[in-house]
């Protein structure tokens, strides 16, 4: 059973920067690849970023690219995701989950989530 527990979140003024941290326990993760996800209020969870623990297969949303950084550490078995240049539209609560993908049917399956983290940004 993968434990994940994402922190780092909080209050930032727009323009700041925050680190997420999403660490990884129990189970055998290291063949997942980990996904950030964040959610609004009102909005649907919105996919952010994505890395495998070898530190390939990343790819960010258009929303994001260019002001966030996910990167891993294998050694902590920890994912982080670099958040600068916040704006006031990155405030959600944001989750980290290990994913695998079916070849099969051409989608990601998310086996384990985290609890999440606030990040709220002020204008």
């Known amino acids: 059973q993968v434990h994940l527990v994402e922190s780092g979140g909080g209050l930032v003024q727009a323009g700041g920067s925050l680190r997420l941290s999403c660490a990884a326990s129990?189970?055998?993760?290291?063949?997942?690849?980990m996904h950030w996800f964040r959610q609004a209020p009102g909005k649907e969870r919105e996919f952010v970023a994505r890395i495998s623990w070898g530190g390939s297969r990343i790819y960010y949303s258009d929303s994001v690219k260019d002001r966030f950084t996910i990167s891993a550490d294998n050694a902590v078995n920890t994912v982080y995701l670099q958040m600068n240049s916040l704006k006031p539209e990155d405030t959600a609560v944001y989750y980290c989950a290990a994913a695998a993908y079916n070849d099969r049917q051409y989608r990601w399956e998310y086996d384990y989530w985290g609890q999440g983290t606030q990040v709220t940004v002020s204008s």
């Open positions: 129990g189970g055998t993760f290291s063949t997942y690849v």
